[in-house]
């Protein structure tokens, strides 16, 4: 094994960062999330989970009509991964309204971890407003 495998493999096994972000655990599993200006963002510890979405939306940028964008970064989202391999992806997170404590959190992170939700890929000529700018 050459040290570039080594290097590789040891990233790939490595668990994600925790400073200055909040765990909770469901169902047994470690799940970080850090809301940074204007974006959350959650993990699982392995990285193979990793999505993120807008919290705030200003008078200035087109508002969401149905659903709030979601960006899949990580290779693990039931249902997802059957129908497209290449990250990141975009799609439609069902409500227009979460809250971001914990138990928004959580509501958010069993959604995507439900293998029996509907996936809508995000289309910003369909599912943004701009009528407002």
């Known amino acids: 094994m050459t040290i570039l495998d ?3 493999y040891y990233l790939n096994i490595m668990a994600i960062s925790t400073k200055g972000k909040r765990k909770i655990n469901i169902n047994g599993r470690i799940f970080v999330y850090k809301i940074r200006d204007w974006d959350l963002r959650i ?3 392995d990285r193979k989970f990793i999505v993120s979405m807008l919290t705030f939306y200003t008078p200035w ?3 969401p009509k149905e659903g709030l ?8 989202f039931p249902g997802l991964s059957d129908q497209i391999k290449q990250r990141p992806v975009v ?5 227009l309204d ?13 959604w995507c971890l439900n ?4 996936i809508v890929f995000f ?9 407002n700018l």
């Open 6 to 8: 080594e290097l590789i």
């Open 43 to 45: 993990a699982s510890h």
């Open 61 to 63: 940028t087109p508002q």
């Open 69 to 76: 964008p979601m960006k899949i970064s990580g290779n693990e």
């Open 91 to 95: 799609i439609l997170y069902p409500s």
């Open 98 to 110: 979460y809250n971001i404590r914990p138990a928004g959190i959580r509501e958010i992170i069993l």
């Open 115 to 118: 293998p029996e939700k509907e």
């Open 123 to 131: 289309n910003k000529d369909e599912h943004l407003d701009s009528s």
